[in-house]
């Protein structure tokens, strides 16, 4: 995937391994830190240490969108993004910048100031216009499967076959930001697990996952620290769940999964190296 940013710089994503996506929460209340990284110069810090780590890819995100979470004002969200945006945009060996919002006014800022990529849980559901914006600016899109919004969406999630329907709705999605002029090489698909699903729901998804991702699209899994793996762990707070992580990510690179969004690198990069290792043995 290759494609040129809004400041003219060529960016590159070779998809012959795992891609690892390393995870900055810019947020007071983030469920898996607790807003360790709110600070531009501790954000700064934690994508050093991914960068140390191996990651491929930085995904900043300013708003929290745990379960029962509000959405956050535009202005405070940019307020909290730009520091550490602009900062890591200005690095020449930095490596590709995700932002995750769902506003198209945040999302053209962010590609001015240096990002490559848009992250939307919404996948256009909440502002249709962000999937213009990336068109415009020819820059990747990563759109989410979520059953309601992150106030609502886990309190009753329910699917007939959980499989299918997340299935349909990505490639809807997908297609519906081709229609708007996005290449399909640019589109990353994400099932979004823990969005709007039960711990079965999430378990059956990764189970399945290679009839999840629809054919022709680029594949992420989200899955780092989720409430699901802590269920699994008998209660494990979100700071010990690193090692499952890393397990349910080899899981989710045997089935198919290309880029994986992580907390910590380290363990998930290693796992899903073997994952694929085992992938490309005879």
């Known amino acids: 995937m290759t494609w040129t940013c809004a400041d003219g710089t060529v960016r590159e994503l070779i998809f012959d391994r795992p891609l690892i996506m390393g995870i900055i929460n810019i947020t007071p209340?983030?469920?898996?830190?607790?807003g360790r990284f709110f600070e531009p110069?501790?954000?700064?810090?934690?994508?050093?240490?991914?960068?140390?780590q191996g990651a491929d890819i930085l995904d900043l995100g300013a708003e929290t969108t745990r379960p029962g979470s509000l959405p956050?004002?535009?202005?405070?969200?940019?307020?909290?993004?730009?520091?550490?945006?602009?900062?890591?945009?200005?690095?020449?060996?930095c490596v590709p910048i995700s932002v995750d919002t769902n506003k198209a006014e945040i999302a053209e800022k962010a590609i001015l100031a240096g990002a490559s990529i848009i992250n939307d849980?919404?996948?256009?559901?909440n502002d249709p216009g962000i999937l213009k914006v990336c068109a415009s600016y020819g820059v990747p899109v990563i759109l989410m499967h979520m059953q309601g919004d992150?106030?609502?969406?886990?309190?009753n999630?329910?699917?007939?076959?959980?499989?299918?329907?997340?299935?349909?709705?990505?490639?809807?999605?997908?297609?519906?930001?081709?229609?708007?002029?996005?290449?399909?090489?640019k589109i990353i698909l994400d099932p979004g697990l823990g969005f709007g699903k039960t711990a079965v729901h999430n378990l059956t998804l990764l189970k399945h996952l290679d009839r999840v991702f629809p054919r022709g699209f680029h594949s992420l899994m989200?899955?780092?620290?989720?409430?699901?793996?802590?269920?699994?762990?008998?209660?494990?707070?979100?700071e010990e769940r690193d090692i499952a992580t890393a397990a349910a990510n080899a899981v989710?690179?045997?089935?198919?999964?290309?880029?994986?969004?992580?907390?910590?690198v380290k363990p998930s990069r290693e796992a899903a190296f073997l994952a694929r290792a085992v992938l490309n043995a005879t």
Not at 29 to 34: L, N, Q, R
Not at 72 to 80: G, K, L, Q, V
Not at 222 to 234: C, D, T, V, Y
Not at 252 to 264: C, M, Q, S, T
């Open 29 to 34: 209340d983030s469920f898996s830190d607790g």
């Open 41 to 52: 110069a501790a954000a700064l810090a934690q994508a050093k240490i991914h960068l140390e």
């Open 72 to 93: 956050t004002p535009a202005d405070e969200e940019w307020r909290r993004l730009s520091a550490v945006l602009e900062t890591l945009a200005r690095d020449p060996d």
């Open 121 to 125: 849980i919404y996948a256009g559901r």
């Open 150 to 155: 992150p106030r609502t969406m886990q309190q």
């Open 157 to 185: 999630p329910q699917y007939d076959d959980v499989v299918t329907e997340v299935r349909d709705f990505l490639l809807a999605k997908a297609r519906e930001a081709m229609s708007l002029g996005i290449d399909p090489s």
């Open 222 to 238: 989200a899955l780092s620290r989720k409430a699901f793996l802590g269920r699994i762990l008998e209660g494990a707070p979100p």
């Open 252 to 264: 989710a690179v045997l089935k198919g999964a290309e880029i994986i969004r992580v907390h910590n």
